[in-house]
């Protein structure tokens, strides 16, 4: 492989695109690792970015070659300190943003039986606990609730399903297809 010699002189800048990827085994940054520890969906994290969530996987990939202006949107769109972005994988998250990704999902999981709750006893119990949760930490107050798998349907969407009809001929056919 051969090198060119290069030569930084004034006016001379360097940029990295998020395209480019090393072809080194060593992680240059930990971005999905502490995305998923703070429990933020990719989608969310696109939302917080201003990005689509393609760009968002692009940039999550650990040979991302990212510009630091990238790495501090990404510090502020998940709260953390810079530094546990930029961290070797075998180290772990410093102690508070382990201890707010903790937080963070205990509050989803209140908000979630809040929210899930059928008995009066058990709503009022899961209000005072996201009241305790708050006022240990106030940002906790816009987390929202664990998501359910797939997205629910109303009863008037299960109507107009069950009024577009499917003729038999058109299902033996279907059949007869496969």
Wanted: charged share 30%; aromatic share 4%.
């Amino acid at each position: 492989m051969a090198t060119v010699p290069f030569k930084m002189t004034r006016g001379t800048f360097a940029f990295a695109s998020t395209g480019l990827h090393r072809q080194n085994d060593k992680p240059l940054h930990r971005i999905k690792e502490v995305r998923k520890e703070q429990g933020i969906s990719v989608r969310t994290a696109a939302r917080r970015l201003g990005i689509g969530t393609s760009q968002v996987r692009e940039e999550e990939r650990t040979d991302s070659d990212l510009l630091l202006s990238q790495v501090y949107r990404w510090q502020q769109a998940l709260d953390v300190p810079v530094a546990d972005l930029m961290e070797e994988p075998e180290n772990e998250l410093s102690s508070p943003v382990r201890e707010r990704a903790q937080m963070v999902r205990i509050m989803k999981t209140a908000k979630s039986i809040s929210e899930r709750a059928t008995e009066p006893n058990i709503r009022i119990l899961a209000q005072t606990l996201l009241n305790q949760l708050t006022q240990l930490m106030p940002e906790l107050a816009d987390v929202n609730s664990w998501n359910n798998v797939g997205q629910r349907r109303s009863l008037d969407e299960y109507g107009k399903i069950m009024e577009r009809s499917i003729s038999e001929d058109a299902v033996l056919r279907m059949i007869k297809d496969s």
